[in-house]
């Protein structure tokens, strides 16, 4: 089912999300629904925070024909390294793209949706949108890290928002 995105003008947006305990139906049905909808939206990446749910929960699929995704429940960077340029757009901010200096690689600890330890590492556009993600699950939108001068308006089709 496709939930409702929430945009930047909303407060909630800039809310700190809890660490999930357990998964129950609810959580299943999150993780699902956020699914439908990143697709839906032709999005690489959503977190909670964006169907207006406080919870540490993110999806990620930067692959070409949308078959790799990843559900990651409580994420944490674990390590990082090198830098990397990227021009990154946002489904909460939509009509907009900007300059974001990230990490290049990342290696993030996380619970699958069976709530077993993984660890999954990310370079170039995953370990970007993962860190795209994980900033979502703090309150962070990726215009608070835009290079100067750089946020410009683009036309909505052209987006592979995050
Ligand atoms: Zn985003």
């Given at each position: ?12 947006l ?24 990143m ?12 169907v ?58 996380a619970?699958d ?42 036309n ?7």
């Amino acid at each position: 089912m496709f939930r409702k995105i929430i945009l930047n003008s909303n407060p909630i947006l800039r809310k700190k999300c809890k660490a999930v305990n357990k998964i129950d139906p609810e959580i299943r049905k999150l993780i699902a629904d956020m699914e439908d909808t990143m697709y839906e939206n032709n999005g690489a990446g959503l977190a909670a925070i964006q169907v207006g749910v406080l919870k540490r929960v993110i999806v990620v699929d930067t692959s070409i024909d949308k078959n790799e995704l990843l559900i990651l429940i409580n994420p944490k960077i674990i390590e990082k390294k090198g830098q990397i340029i990227w021009q990154e757009a946002c489904l909460s901010v939509p009509g907009f793209e900007g300059t974001v200096k990230r990490y290049d690689y990342i290696k993030v600890k996380a619970k699958d949706k069976q709530f077993k330890d993984i660890i999954v590492e990310g370079e170039g556009y995953l370990a970007v949108a993962l860190q795209h993600e994980i900033d979502h699950l703090d309150g962070i939108l990726y215009i608070d890290r835009v290079e100067d001068d750089t946020l410009k308006s683009v036309n909505a089709e052209d987006e592979h928002a995050i």
